[in-house]
């Protein structure tokens, strides 16, 4: 290490193990962290509950009767297709989560403290979406007892289900990073929230999400059968047996192979917005 | 030899603003220097190029012996940053706060327990070590973010505003902590825009303004620099104004003003206490009844208005308002400076 001639540098802190392993211990650290705030503040883990078996009454009781998925059209049909949309669309929600907690430890100045601090680089970025991801899960958890309770059904082996929802994790843990670059790139943690909401209707409506995609006009169609959202959904009706009778998959091949498509985009989006993320965060402010 | 913290030309633009516009720095070991200037002078981007959070578009740096530029993350091992907003998770308590940064200072997670519950003792913090810190008062926060800051010991501190928002009372125990610091060996950067605070805590001071450093030296020689001191009488009756304007002219170094209402006169003087005790003797001999009479000395604050043509205070409003707490800037690259 270089040194000015003439000085001996006094560093106070202990040397850093660096590489992967502090990266993981300061992400735990981070994670840590915001695994408490949330226990601390249980009441945005009830909204983030009650939105979801919103949709799922809303859409089951007020559509359900009048929606055509494959050649069927009734509620217990539309509820099992429905379902894989609703979980989908959740994880996808942990992206305003992640963006406003990141906007929020910016504009309270936790970010600088963390930046002056001989830590790794990733690690409060990554900390905060493995606390969401945590979260994330635990929403599923309970969304997936409601809709049991509602009358949802898997017709799968448990193998393939909880296939099923790992894809749906991987898909939230892809969307939270895109939540983390909205996060440092807003200036108020409220700029954050409707930044990180807003694009997400449009994600999640132009897609098979609510109803079948085959039956949208054929530009829509096609943003739908591409749209990454669309491929996690296909890959968990499928996972879960929930397709419609008479569905036929829409030839698009992220629609033929829904599974690999899903990991695919998940881990495209992961590893664009991780980088773009980071960057930002380093050189943020 | 260079000092704790070293600056060199350094310059930094965001937009048309030139927030550092050729700053030099220099802090020798153990001693404080305080920055003083008003909102949007450039103190904040300076702390932000020093602490590594932010690049300088030119000029070089160095921290405790480290390149800013070159060894970010040793650098980030020698120093405390206590921000302009005290940054601490309101969720978390003072305990867990402490430890967490005692744990990204890689420090093992049972020295940071350690470590945490000496600093809330000696902080006044323990009572309240294990409540959430969003239940803590103003200068409580404070306290924890200067525990955060020190969690290491680091030799090199840094406070950016550090009691604005502060009532006088935690204002004072706040200078105490930082007094005791900085006689434990600590170099210090501090900035400030109460003119009181720099006079108090700072061995020098640097006064800056639109991204300059425009004057720099201790306190009293910036005082005498702007125009040195003067003696001030204020006589018991009217009749004995024309006798002490006599014996003022006599010691004087310039013009003896008169306040004719309030029987003041004033005459710029050399000369210090002893040529007041002179000029006592003469007035007593004459048998001129004294009410008041004094040395003043410039304050900081005429310091400012001669060198810059306008008060702190004024340039703060100038700059937009950005004064005090919560107004949202925190978070913001420019936040200060873009105010303008």
């Given at each position: 290490m270089s040194t000015v001639p003439g000085t001996t540098p006094r560093l106070a802190a202990p040397k850093p193990r660096g590489g992967i392993s502090q990266s993981v211990a300061d992400s735990l650290v981070i994670a840590r962290r915001n695994l408490i705030r949330m226990s601390r503040i249980p009441e945005m883990v009830i909204f983030g509950l009650v939105q979801p078996i919103m949709f799922v009454v809303l859409f089951t009781y007020v559509f359900g009767g009048s929606i055509e998925v494959g050649s069927a059209i009734s509620a217990a049909a539309y509820r099992e297709f429905l379902m894989a949309g609703i979980f989908a669309q959740t994880v996808t929600f942990a992206t305003a989560g992640a963006g406003a907690g990141i906007a929020d430890d910016m504009h309270k100045g936790l970010i600088d403290r963390f930046r002056s601090l001989p830590m790794a680089r990733g690690a409060v970025l990554t900390g905060r979406t493995l606390a969401d991801l945590v979260q994330t899960a635990l929403t599923l958890a309970v969304l997936a007892i409601v809709a049991v309770l509602l009358g949802w059904r898997v017709h799968e082996n448990i193998g393939k289900v909880l296939l099923g929802f790992g894809l749906l994790l991987l898909l939230g843990y892809a969307f939270s990073w895109i939540g983390a670059l909205i996060g440092l790139s807003v200036r108020t943690p409220e700029a954050a929230t409707s930044g990180g909401l807003i694009w997400l209707f449009p994600l999640t409506f132009i897609s098979n999400a609510f109803v079948?995609?085959?039956?949208?006009p054929t530009v829509l169609r096609h943003i739908a059968e591409w749209n990454p959202f669309s491929a996690t959904v296909q890959a968990c009706r499928e996972l879960f047996g929930n397709l419609p009778p008479g569905f036929e998959a829409p030839g698009a091949w992220p629609m033929q192979h829904p599974i690999l498509a899903s990991v695919l985009w998940s881990l495209l989006i992961l590893v664009v917005f991780r980088t773009l993320a980071v960057r930002k965060y380093r050189s943020a402010g | 030899m260079p000092g704790a913290i070293h600056a060199e030309g350094l310059v930094k633009t965001f937009g048309d603003v030139r927030a550092l516009d050729g700053v030099d720095l220099d802090v020798p070991e153990g001693t404080v220097l305080g920055l003083l200037g008003p909102n949007g002078a450039g103190k904040t981007t300076a702390v932000r190029v020093l602490t590594t959070l932010l690049k300088p578009d030119s000029g070089r740096a160095v921290v405790a012996g480290l390149d800013v530029l070159k060894h970010p993350n040793e650098v980030r091992r020698a120093i405390g940053l206590s921000g302009q907003f005290a940054a601490v998770d309101e969720y978390l308590t003072g305990r867990e706060n402490l430890h967490m940064v005692g744990q990204l200072y890689q420090m093992t997670s049972k020295a940071a327990r350690i470590r945490a519950g000496e600093l809330l003792e000696r902080f006044n913090l323990a009572e309240a070590a294990d409540r959430p810190a969003k239940t803590y008062s103003g200068g409580m926060r404070r306290r924890l973010d200067l525990a955060a800051a020190l969690v290491v010991s680091p030799p090199v501190m840094f406070m950016d505003e550090p009691t604005t928002g502060l009532d006088p009372r935690n204002r004072q125990q706040l200078w105490d902590v930082i007094q005791e610091l900085v006689a434990g060996g600590t170099t210090l950067l501090l900035t400030t825009q109460y003119l009181e605070e720099a006079d108090h805590l700072a061995h020098d001071i640097c006064v800056v303004d639109h991204g300059r450093v425009i004057a720099r030296g201790t306190s009293d020689q910036l005082k005498v620099r702007t125009g040195g001191e003067r003696v001030e009488v204020v006589v018991h009756r009217p009749d004995e104004i024309v006798p002490a304007r006599a014996v003022l002219a006599g010691f004087g170094k310039g013009e003896v003003a008169v306040e004719t209402h309030t029987r003041r006169l004033t005459v710029p003087v050399t000369g210090g206490a002893k040529l007041l005790a002179e000029v006592i003797r003469e007035l007593d001999a004459r048998g001129v009844e004294i009410d008041d009479i004094g040395l003043r000395r410039p304050t900081l604050d005429d310091v400012f208005i001669s060198l810059t043509g306008h008060t702190a205070e004024l340039a703060g409003e100038r700059a937009g308002g950005a004064a005090g707490e919560g107004d949202g800037t925190a978070g913001e690259p420019a936040g200060e400076e873009a105010a303008k």
């Open positions: 079948d995609a085959n039956k949208m | -």
